[in-house]
């Protein structure tokens, strides 16, 4: 029986051509910025993002976590969506690390307007925190790989200027907005100060992100990376798997998207997980259970029974993800595997 792994999109493998390029990189002591690899890296993702440096971390964790201690100062406060990865699913590293109070402010599928930004700005009071950082998220995870509306960005941007207040991007999945919406990536980076790019979902790299902003900018960030046991020797191996997904898979996650697409447009059709399939923009489908008496526990072990694999995402829903490792093959048979277990439930 196959397996098809919709958990997430970080359970791709490296192809066969990514494995060539890493066993045949270039490398050098990265500690010492001698590691050409790295350096080819930081300067493509620097100038994709529009930004005047970059530096390579460990994970997408990590290069949020230095960011956000990059920005802050104990005592700080931190304005995100209730629903953002940072909030959710870093182990409240810049509590831990650098004393930062995070202000979770709920969106609309992850997207917050400049009028709930604003509402959220502590004023100049010694009773409160300083508002330092405005951190937003593009794709956003838990609102089903929803597409922040560049506008909206730019509207607080422009909030953010008028209070001085720095903005970080955790563009984990930035590159299935910019296949999404044709817009590119400097341009959705282009409000931000700094950003977070993931090398390890989307684009099917091993391990390793991306964070970008100005020349200060790296330079304090590279120190913490240090702090956190973030620099790497001979890492060129790994950059060398970004610099080939940076010209093989960007375009590819098209048909991540269409993938994802074909599968809510047939799932949507059974009642027990009846929704709008044109809520799924990208490559993230979150399904709603309707029937009370179905936990999303008792869904997932359904569907591994048959060979497919997803996950419980929060009260009455699961997740599924395309991603690199998913054909269309793959997709036809979770439709009817889909289809099999559940046409007859309400």
Known sequence: MPTVDLRSDTV???????????????????????????NLLQE??????????????????MGNLVSILTHTQPGDEVILEANAHPFHYEAAGAAAYGGVQFYPVLGERGVLKDTDVQKAIRPNDPHYPKTRLICLENTHNRGGGKIYPLNEIEKIRTLADQHHISM??????????????????????EPFDSVSVCLSKGLGCPVGSVIAGSA????????????????????????????????????????????????ADAISQIPLFEFTPSTVETNII????????????????????????????????IRLVTHLGIDDDDTAHTIQIFQKLFSHEK
Request: net charge negative; proline share 5%; hydrophobic share 40%.
């Open 216 to 263: 200060d900018w790296i330079e304090a960030a590279h120190q913490i990376r240090k702090r956190l046991g973030g620099a790497m020797r001979q890492a060129g191996i790994l950059a060398a798997a970004g610099l080939y997904a940076l010209d093989h898979h960007i375009d590819r996650l098209a048909e991540d998207h269409r993938r994802a697409r074909a599968l």
């Open 168 to 189: 970080h991007l955790d563009g984990a999945r930035l590159f299935n907005a910019t296949i999404a919406t044709g817009i590119p990536p400097s341009a959705y980076c």
């Open 286 to 317: 979150v399904l709603p259970i309707h029937n009370s008496e179905i936990t999303p526990e008792d869904v997932v072990s359904r569907l591994q029974s048959e060979g497919v694999l997803t996950l419980p995402f929060g009260p009455g829903e």
């Open 44 to 61: 493509r993702m620097a100038e994709l993002l529009g930004k005047e440096k970059a530096l390579f971390v460990a994970s997408g964790t």
């Open 12 to 38: 791709t493998k490296p192809t066969d051509e990514m494995r060539k390029v890493m066993a045949s990189a270039e490398v050098g002591d990265d500690v010492y910025g001698e590691d050409p690899s790295i």
